[in-house]
Each structure stands twice: as C-alpha cells, then as structure tokens.
C-alpha cells in the first residue's frame, strides 16, 4: 500500500532539501549512528532515510547495501505520516505492508521502527530506522536510544546548515567584494580618462589663445587637472582601495610629476620614509604635493638659473611631516599664507584642512620651504 502525501508536502519537501544533504557522499557522523543503533536494538539493518519526491534516499546504511528505493515501497513514508515513532512488529500483519515488495519478496522484511527526523517548525524530512527480517519488538530503552538518535542526526542536520549558511554568506560577501573592487576600478580607469581628455582639451585650447593672460590661465588650469589625474592613476596604481603605502605612492608619484618638469628644473628628489595611511589621507597628501610642486615649478627658477625641487616624507612623534622644498630665489617678502588670495594657494590650504593638518613655511633667496604637519 503507497503511502499517502504529507498534508503540507511542498513546504515539507522545501525544509528538506534546506538542508543540502541529498546526494552527498557518506560522512563517519552519520555511518556511526546507524552502526550503533543497529547493534543496541539487535537489528540487521539500521537507516538514515529521508522521503524525497518519488524516492526514499539513504544518507546512511548499514545491511541494505543501496542508497535510494521508489516511494511506493518505502515504509518509512508512512512513518512520517504519524507523530512519533512507527513500530511494526510484523509487516505480514499489517494491512499498509503486507503486500510491499520488500515484505512479500526480496528482502523479506518482516519488522519496522521508525523514530522521526522533525524540523523545529514541526515538518517530517524522515527517520531513523531499524529493520529485521523476522517478527520482534523493541524494549523502553531501545525505542529512548532510537528516539535519542533521531534527535542527534537533527543536530548534525542543523549543525551542517548553519555551516553551508555561513559559508554561503562568506563566500557571496567575497565575491560581492571583488565585484565592488572591479566597479570602483573601472570608475577609476574612466575618470582617469576624463581628466587626461579635459587636460588635452586645456591645452590645446591654451595654444589657440592669443591673450597671454587667458593662456596662463589655461595652462595653471591644465596644469592642476593633470596633477589631479596624476594622483588618481597613482592611487589606482597601488591596488588598494582602504590603505596606502605612502612611501610607494609618493615616489610613483612624483616620478610622473618629472614629466611635467619645465627645462630649468635638474631634478625632483623624493626621501619619503616607509608608512601606511588611509586612502583618503594619501590621495589628498597627493593633490598636496601635486600643487606645490607645480607652484615650485613655474615660480622658483627665473629665466636663466636652474635648480631642484624636493619632497620628503617622515614619521614624527606626534604623527607624519610633509616637507616640499626648492632652491629658487624664494617668495616675496611680504608673502602671508594665511592671508593670500591667490588662487594656487586657496587649493594648498583646502588640501591642508582636508587631511587635517596645519602648514607652515619658510623662504628665502636659495631655500623656500613648506612644511606640513598631521594634527
């Protein structure tokens, strides 16, 4: 006789195969159980089963030798259709088994019991079985154990979920990881293009002005954008997107600030000790640099004279110092960084307070120097 369905099936087969453990291979946690409970109930034959559509499936065996049989012979279908444990002590006299194949032939099974594998929601996935092939019954202690077993194979049911639930979150948050790191890095290839495109557009508008004026002004324009870009591509080079190391960023940086070196200029020197910051702290000791250095390009060195400019980075006690020096004829006596409305120099104190550090400077003929200092 086939069993009939569970009166919720779909949602009982849906908390089923939540578990993941259909068709998985053989595992010593549940070998162990049907070993033990076969040898303290003195059965044959001991199951894991669980009752799938169309099929019973065996996550652990021992004495039957297959690992899945068709529902229509499966006795423990009927099994989770009642609410505790199933014993028949003769199948041959029982009207649900008396004319299953597995009763009436090959393997000739003649007892059953059947503790059940319940959700907490209440939901049959299957049993913990015993079998003999001849009539007998089961003692108080035997059905306890059989009960007992059934409670542990939940645990282990429950146990290998949340480990497939974690490992599913942290794989997801991995792979939602890398796509965000691929999204921010192609947000990064193409604003780098962006401002490459509007430098180019700078000065090629610069070369078709007449005005010496408005061509200043598109070069300094021109010139800041290429220095932002600059920066972006080195930040981009360093392949972090939380941490710089600053050493690194500053030489790379610097190294492609030279190609933007007028002729008077020998040579950019950088001595930037080893140290880790965060992004938003490098990129903007970057734009920094960036602005200074092209200050100390176009102004230090008048027609005629020649000289270096220098960066040094170093960790203090009280933090880091940035230090962007030249040699050039300095700046004019009655220069007040607080107090400058120039341009170039509005950029340099916005940078200043965005990484939150104060600036101080010094200048003379042969040494203009500005000093930056972490709070």
């Known amino acids: 006789m086939k069993a009939e369905l569970h009166s919720a099936e779909d949602f009982r087969l849906d908390a089923l195969r939540s578990y993941g453990i259909l068709d998985t291979p053989r595992e010593a946690d549940f070998d162990e159980v049907v070993k033990v409970t076969s040898a303290i109930c003195g059965t044959p034959i001991s199951v894991i089963n669980f009752i799938d559509n169309g099929r019973q499936w065996?996550?652990?065996?021992?004495?039957?030798?297959?690992?899945?049989?068709?529902?229509?012979?499966?006795?423990c279908a009927h099994a989770i259709l009642q609410s505790d444990l199933l014993i028949v002590p003769d199948t041959t006299l029982d009207h649900r088994f008396c004319d299953n194949p597995l009763v009436v032939s090959e393997p000739g099974l003649r007892f059953y019991a059947g503790a059940l594998l319940k959700?907490?929601?209440?939901?049959?996935?299957?049993?913990?079985?015993?079998?003999?092939?001849k009539p007998r019954e089961l003692d108080d202690t035997q059905k306890s154990f059989l009960r007992l077993m059934a409670s542990q194979v939940m645990k282990l049911l429950e146990l290998r979920r949340i480990n497939a639930t974690e490992h599913l979150a942290r794989v997801t948050a991995e792979r939602l990881l890398k796509e965000n790191q691929m999204?921010?890095?192609?947000?990064?290839?193409r604003v780098m293009n962006s401002l490459q495109l509007v430098q180019s557009i700078l000065s090629l508008q610069s070369r078709k002005v007449s005005n010496e004026e408005a061509r200043a002004q598109l070069d300094m324009a021109s010139n800041r954008v290429l220095a932002i870009a600059t920066v972006h591509k080195q930040l981009y080079l360093?392949?972090?997107?939380?941490?710089?190391?600053?050493?690194?960023?500053?030489?790379?940086?610097?190294?492609?600030?030279?190609?933007?070196a007028p002729p008077q200029i020998t040579a950019l020197n950088v001595a930037a000790e080893s140290a880790t910051l965060r992004s938003d702290v490098a990129s903007g000791l970057g734009l920094l640099v960036a602005e200074l250095v092209t200050n100390s390009f176009k102004y230090a060195y008048p027609a005629g004279e020649h000289g270096a400019v220098s960066v040094?980075?170093?960790?203090?006690?009280?933090?880091?110092?940035?230090?962007?020096?030249?040699?050039?004829?300095?700046?004019?006596?009655?220069?007040d960084v607080d107090g400058s409305t120039g341009f170039g120099m509005q950029v340099v104190k916005a940078f200043v307070r965005r990484i939150n550090?104060?600036?101080?400077?010094?200048?003379?003929?042969?040494?203009t120097e500005f000093q930056v200092n972490s709070i």
């Open 183 to 189: 999204l921010i890095r192609e947000g990064d290839h």
């Open 357 to 367: 550090a104060t600036m101080s400077f010094s200048s003379r003929s042969g040494l």
């Open 58 to 75: 065996f996550k652990a065996e021992v004495g039957l030798g297959v690992r899945e049989t068709p529902i229509d012979s499966s006795i």
């Open 238 to 260: 360093t392949g972090s997107l939380e941490e710089i190391e600053i050493d690194a960023f500053l030489n790379r940086l610097c190294e492609s600030l030279k190609q933007t």
């Open 312 to 335: 040094e980075f170093k960790i203090t006690p009280s933090g880091w110092q940035l230090v962007v020096s030249d040699e050039g004829r300095g700046l004019p006596a009655d220069f």
């Open 119 to 133: 959700t907490a929601e209440g939901f049959p996935l299957g049993t913990v079985c015993v079998l003999d092939f």
